[in-house]
């Protein structure tokens, strides 16, 4: 790799810095390419990605970035996963590495908050945002369902009565 595409590379990482909400950086020791290109598959699918790069390279993209004091991270065989979805990345990383233990944790961050393994996978327990949404929906309806029954429960008390006095 020569200075200019390194000098790519790095515009790239800061890209990527500048508009990911949750980093994740991984171990990954002796993953084949089927596994990476199964967890590459997965993380696309949940709107994330996940990359492997340099780590001098990733060092010298996190300067001057909100990432910035997660650089001692990457030492030895690292990979990166990111999204801009907090809960994605962290559900599809989490579930990955548990099934392959080839893969392991180390630790991330989300916005300017520094993440260890454990901050991840607990991250990674939280319900995404459209199951949240859906569960105070169901919140929000449940009490009008309650009233309209308890409406309709006299009227029906009253037609019971009418119609039990129509058949005597």
Same mark, same amino acid.
């Given at each position: 790799?020569?200075?200019? #595409?390194?000098? #790519? #590379?790095?515009?790239?990482?800061?890209?990527?810095?500048?508009?990911?909400?949750?980093?994740?950086?991984? #171990?990954?020791?002796?993953?084949?390419?089927?596994?990476?290109?199964?967890?590459?598959?997965?993380?696309?699918?949940?709107?994330?990605?996940?990359?492997?790069?340099?780590?001098?390279?990733?060092?010298?993209?996190?300067?001057?970035?909100?990432?910035?004091?997660?650089?001692?991270?990457?030492?030895?065989?690292?990979?990166?996963?990111?999204?801009?979805?907090?809960?994605?990345?962290?559900?599809?990383?989490?579930?990955?590495?548990?099934?392959?233990?080839?893969?392991?944790?180390?630790?991330?961050?989300?916005?300017?908050?520094?993440?260890?393994?454990?901050?991840?996978?607990?991250?990674?327990?939280?319900?995404?945002?459209?199951?949240?949404?859906?569960?105070?929906?169901?919140?929000?309806?449940?009490?009008?369902?309650?009233?309209?029954?308890?409406?309709?429960?006299?009227?029906?008390?009253?037609?019971?009565?009418?119609?039990?006095?129509?058949?005597?």
């Amino acid at each position: 790799m020569d200075r200019a #595409q390194k000098e #790519q #590379q790095v515009a790239s990482l800061s890209d990527i810095f500048s508009e990911a909400q949750v980093l994740i950086v991984t #171990q990954n020791m002796g993953l084949s390419v089927s596994e990476v290109t199964d967890l590459r598959s997965k993380m696309r699918q949940a709107g994330g990605k996940f990359k492997v790069a340099k780590n001098r390279l990733v060092k010298l993209a996190l300067k001057n970035t909100r990432y910035d004091h997660i650089s001692d991270l990457f030492s030895g065989p690292t990979a990166l996963a990111y999204s801009d979805d907090v809960i994605a990345a962290p559900k599809v990383v989490s579930a990955f590495a548990k099934s392959n233990k080839k893969l392991v944790i180390v630790g991330g961050a989300m916005g300017e908050t520094p993440l260890d393994a454990r901050g991840i996978n607990e991250l990674a327990s939280l319900p995404s945002l459209d199951e949240l949404r859906a569960k105070i929906l169901g919140l929000i309806n449940s009490p009008a369902t309650k009233v309209a029954g308890v409406l309709q429960a006299p009227a029906g008390q009253v037609a019971r009565v009418i119609s039990s006095y129509g058949n005597t």
